[in-house]
Structures are given as C-alpha cells and as structure tokens.
C-alpha cells in the first residue's frame, strides 16, 4: 500500500468559543510514498492551514488524517503521541532559523532529537544517521560553515538533511523555494523529487512555483473553492483545473505542453 497519509471527509478551520472558521471541508484524498505531492492554490485559499493540520500542529474540526506508516491498517493521527509522530513527521518550514554560532553539522544533528532522548548525546549510529543526511543532499563542502553565513539556497538544503536526519517516512514542507532564486529553486525541487524516489519518503509540499511544480512533481493537489482537485499535472490540465487556477486576463495557460505565458 502506498498511500501513507489518507485524508477522508476532513474539515479543517480554527476553533473558536462561539463558532468555528472553516477553510476548507470535506476533503478526500492520499499522500503517497515515493512521489513529490505539490500543494497549489491561490493565497488565502488555506494552504497554510492544510499543512498545519497535516503536521498536528491544530487540530482538524471534523473528519478524520489517517497515517499508514509503521502500522498496519490506517491510524488516526490523534492516536499517535508527540513523541510517535516526531518519528513519522518531519516538518520544513518557511522561516529562516535564527542561529548564529552553529555549524551546519550541528544544525543537521538537531534532526536526531526524537532519539537522543533529554541530553541530546548522539551516538556513534546517530553521528552516520547526521553523515548520511549530509551526503543525500549535497552539502559535504558546507559541514563546518556557521548557518548565518549561508545563501537562501543552502540554507534550505540544510534544512532538508536536518529533516533526512529525522529518519521519518513523512516530509511537509511549507513553501521551500520561497526566497531562491530560480537555479536554485530547480535544484531544490529536483532534489526532493529525486529523494522522494529513492529514499521512498512521502513528500509534499506547499508552493506558489506553479509552472515548477507541473514540471517537476508526480502529483498535484489543487485548492479551488469548495473543492481540492488531485491529480497528476495531465490529468488536471486534461480536466481544466489548471486553465481555472491559472488563465486570468493577461495570462494563458497552454494544457498541452504545461506552460504559462503572460500575454500584453
């Protein structure tokens, strides 16, 4: 079975004393392990909001996040502990870590702190765990250089070894190529995908990179109003999802080759 997360009849909003705030609801759908899952929508649509729910970082106020990873039959997520989901999650977000005086290998380390229990002493098997991280993204030439000192891009793959580091089946991230330039937003979208592949891993994430994204991932989660459309990029384009999210006035969107053109 592939589908490692499973979302089913879920509703997902912020809880409040006189009434709740939907963003979204009725949501169905599956994350799978071994594809790159990209999360489009226009802003506001509540991207930030799946993602966070996704994580268990809020609670959903109706249906149901199932997760398959390291149990047998689908679990709700609200019956795993903290501590359980610190080894199925790992979470990238959007904001730059504030650190100064730390090096990338100890940045990278920090992934390890769901085993190392209150100490935080790695072990000789955690110190491979944080080498091998390392090697998967790249980033051997960086190990010793301070995290304030890098560029956006390497900041963000060092993020990413640091959630390698985690060793969890799950990878969310929240827009990741954000502040990168476009070389370096391929490289990262490429590098997830190719993880994704050969690591097995199950990884979505949330971007505004749409054209990058059609490129790149083997599925789509589109958010449109009243309802979330899943697909590969083809089968959207061949439904008109796509053209819907898209076209505005001064912009076309061509279905057959995937590609967006501005228009005077």
Request: proline share 4%; hydrophobic share 40%.
């Given at each position: 079975?592939?589908?490692?997360?499973?979302l089913?009849?879920?509703?997902?909003?912020?809880?409040?004393?006189?009434?709740?705030?939907?963003?979204?609801?009725?949501?169905?759908?599956?994350?799978?392990?071994?594809?790159?899952t990209?999360?489009?929508?226009?802003?506001?649509?509540?991207?930030?909001?799946l993602?966070?729910?996704?994580?268990?970082?809020q609670?959903?106020?109706?249906?149901?996040?199932?997760?398959?990873?390291?149990?047998?039959?689908?679990?709700?997520?609200?019956?795993?502990?903290?501590?359980?989901?610190?080894?199925?999650?790992?979470?990238?977000?959007?904001?730059?870590?504030?650190?100064?005086?730390?090096?990338?290998?100890?940045?990278?380390?920090?992934?390890?702190?769901?085993?190392?229990?209150?100490?935080?002493?790695?072990?000789?098997?955690?110190?491979?765990?944080?080498?091998?991280?390392?090697?998967?993204?790249?980033?051997?030439?960086?190990?010793?250089?301070?995290?304030?000192?890098?560029?956006?891009?390497?900041?963000?793959?060092?993020?990413?070894?640091?959630?390698?580091?985690?060793?969890?089946?799950?990878?969310?991230?929240?827009?990741?190529?954000?502040?990168?330039?476009?070389?370096?937003?391929?490289?990262?979208?490429?590098?997830?995908?190719?993880?994704?592949?050969?690591?097995?891993?199950?990884?979505?994430?949330?971007?505004?990179?749409?054209?990058?994204?059609?490129?790149?991932?083997?599925?789509?989660?589109?958010?449109?109003?009243?309802?979330?459309?899943?697909?590969?990029?083809?089968?959207?384009?061949?439904?008109?999802?796509?053209?819907?999210?898209?076209?505005?006035?001064?912009i076309?969107?061509?279905?057959?080759?995937?590609?967006?053109?501005?228009?005077?």
């Open positions: 079975m592939n589908e490692t997360v499973i089913t009849a879920l509703t997902i909003g912020y809880q409040a004393k006189n009434n709740n705030k939907v963003v979204a609801s009725c949501l169905n759908a599956a994350i799978r392990r071994g594809e790159l990209c999360l489009l929508g226009r802003n506001g649509i509540g991207k930030s909001t993602l966070r729910t996704l994580s268990a970082f609670p959903p106020l109706g249906g149901d996040i199932l997760l398959t990873s390291g149990t047998e039959q689908p679990t709700p997520i609200t019956q795993f502990t903290d501590k359980q989901l610190s080894r199925l999650i790992g979470v990238v977000l959007t904001e730059k870590p504030e650190v100064r005086n730390m090096t990338i290998e100890e940045l990278v380390a920090m992934g390890r702190s769901p085993y190392t229990g209150f100490w935080g002493a790695l072990s000789k098997d955690d110190h491979q765990v944080v080498d091998e991280a390392i090697s998967l993204v790249g980033i051997e030439s960086l190990r010793g250089r301070y995290v304030h000192t890098l560029s956006d891009g390497e900041r963000q793959k060092v993020m990413i070894a640091k959630a390698l580091a985690q060793q969890t089946p799950i990878i969310y991230l929240d827009e990741p190529t954000a502040f990168l330039d476009f070389p370096s937003k391929v490289e990262v979208m490429q590098l997830l995908h190719r993880l994704a592949r050969e690591q097995q891993k199950t990884i979505f994430l949330s971007t505004h990179d749409v054209e990058l994204s059609l490129q790149v991932a083997d599925c789509i989660w589109l958010m449109e109003p009243d309802q979330l459309s899943v697909g590969t990029p083809r089968q959207l384009a061949d439904e008109g999802a796509l053209s819907r999210f898209i076209e505005h006035k001064g076309v969107f061509n279905a057959q080759t995937l590609t967006i053109r501005v228009t005077e």
